[in-house]
């Protein structure tokens, strides 16, 4: 994130970030998500689950799972960046699902919140000029959705909050000027910390609505189980950005402890597009070998 980034997700809790995804990735990402059925009662794409919550709302998923180039939104180069400044070099994704709306989608009610009592993990702080959070969420917009066609809500600065919201806050029984609408353009990402309490405004546009979520967190943090895996697709091949994102939950520097990675696969997440080892992660790394060799020598 640059300083502006940087000054509004404190701010804010999100960011919006433009012209994430080229045309061609747009039109790309769509055409696969495309001739579903489900406003009819079918299902016509081959996707593990596919599933029509009500005449408006569906869900298709786990997204790790479904056919590229849907999948590969996972480990999209534009995003990685941010995602690691604020989860660390160790990030894994946790979660994901396309979510398709049509008119007459109702609101989806306000959630989360900075209560880590309830959820430990969920949790976020600035330290020494640098953010930390257990649980990052992008969401891929792949239509619009203006200002005056629904979409995203959020309570701006509710991720910092000390306080739950209000059950009638919450439920859209009232609704003020603390809830956001946050109109976008496709092909952009909106990246919220989870902590932030958000949902959905009711969905008004004629056309439908379709976003990709991933949910991302620190490498110590498993929000929901089971954790996805690249054996979860037999036979399929991943790179190695993906293998690497896709991993359970650890407590102490996975990529560097063997476990059947290579060197290559050992270094920090986007080493193929220049990135390295952060300067803490590798001055532990070294205290730890030196540590296995004088125990070595010992024995």
Same mark, same amino acid.
């Given at each position: 994130?640059?300083?502006?980034?940087?000054?509004?997700?404190?701010?804010?809790?999100?960011?919006?970030?433009?012209?994430?995804?080229?045309?061609?990735?747009?039109?790309?990402?769509?055409?696969?998500?495309?001739?579903?059925?489900?406003?009819?009662?079918?299902?016509?794409?081959?996707?593990?689950?596919?599933?029509?919550?009500?005449?408006?709302?569906?869900?298709?998923?786990?997204?790790?799972?479904?056919?590229?180039?849907?999948?590969?939104?996972?480990? !999209?180069?534009?995003?990685? %960046?941010?995602? #690691?400044?604020?989860? *660390?070099?160790?990030?894994?994704?946790? =979660?994901?699902?396309? +979510?398709?709306?049509?008119?007459?989608?109702?609101?989806?009610?306000?959630?989360?919140?900075?209560?880590?009592?309830?959820?430990?993990?969920?949790?976020?702080?600035?330290?020494?000029?640098?953010?930390?959070?257990?649980?990052?969420?992008?969401?891929?917009?792949?239509?619009?959705?203006?200002?005056?066609?629904?979409?995203?809500?959020?309570?701006?600065?509710?991720?910092?909050?000390?306080?739950?919201?209000?059950?009638?806050?919450?439920?859209?029984?009232?609704?003020?000027?603390?809830?956001?609408?946050?109109?976008?353009?496709?092909?952009?990402?909106?990246?919220?910390?989870?902590?932030?309490?958000?949902?959905?405004?009711?969905?008004?546009?004629?056309?439908?609505?379709?976003?990709?979520?991933?949910?991302?967190?620190?490498?110590?943090?498993? !929000?929901?189980?089971?954790? %996805?895996?690249? #054996?979860?697709?037999? *036979?399929?091949?991943?790179?190695?950005? =993906?293998?690497?994102? +896709?991993?359970?939950?650890?407590?102490?520097?996975?990529?560097?402890?063997?476990?059947?990675?290579?060197?290559?696969?050992?270094?920090?997440?986007?080493?193929?597009?220049?990135?390295?080892?952060?300067?803490?992660?590798?001055?532990?790394?070294?205290?730890?070998?030196?540590?296995?060799?004088?125990?070595?020598?010992?024995?």
């Amino acid at each position: 994130m640059d300083e502006e980034q940087k000054y509004l997700f404190d701010l804010r809790g999100y960011l919006v970030l433009e012209d994430i995804l080229s045309a061609q990735e747009l039109a790309s990402v769509n055409a696969a998500l495309d001739g579903h059925g489900l406003w009819d009662g079918e299902n016509k794409l081959d996707y593990p689950l596919l599933k029509r919550y009500n005449p408006f709302i569906a869900n298709a998923g786990p997204l790790h799972t479904t056919p590229r180039p849907v999948r590969d939104l996972i480990s !999209h180069q534009k995003v990685l %960046p941010h995602l #690691e400044e604020v989860l *660390g070099p160790d990030l894994r994704y946790d =979660e994901g699902q396309v +979510l398709y709306a049509r008119k007459g989608a109702g609101a989806l009610i306000l959630h989360n919140g900075n209560t880590p009592w309830e959820y430990p993990p969920l949790t976020y702080q600035v330290r020494d000029g640098r953010i930390y959070g257990g649980h990052l969420i992008v969401a891929f917009c792949l239509t619009d959705a203006l200002a005056d066609q629904g979409g995203f809500a959020v309570v701006p600065g509710s991720h910092k909050s000390a306080f739950e919201i209000p059950e009638d806050f919450q439920t859209w029984q009232k609704v003020g000027d603390w809830v956001s609408r946050v109109p976008v353009r496709a092909g952009s990402v909106v990246l919220f910390a989870d902590t932030a309490t958000h949902g959905s405004w009711p969905w008004a546009a004629d056309f439908e609505r379709r976003v990709v979520f991933c949910r991302y967190t620190a490498g110590m943090v498993q !929000h929901t189980a089971p954790a %996805p895996v690249p #054996e979860d697709l037999p *036979g399929e091949e991943w790179t190695p950005v =993906e293998r690497r994102l +896709l991993r359970p939950p650890f407590a102490w520097h996975f990529h560097d402890r063997g476990r059947g990675y290579t060197e290559q696969q050992r270094t920090s997440v986007r080493t193929a597009e220049g990135w390295t080892m952060n300067d803490h992660s590798q001055q532990i790394i070294t205290l730890a070998e030196d540590a296995e060799k004088s125990a070595e020598g010992r024995g």
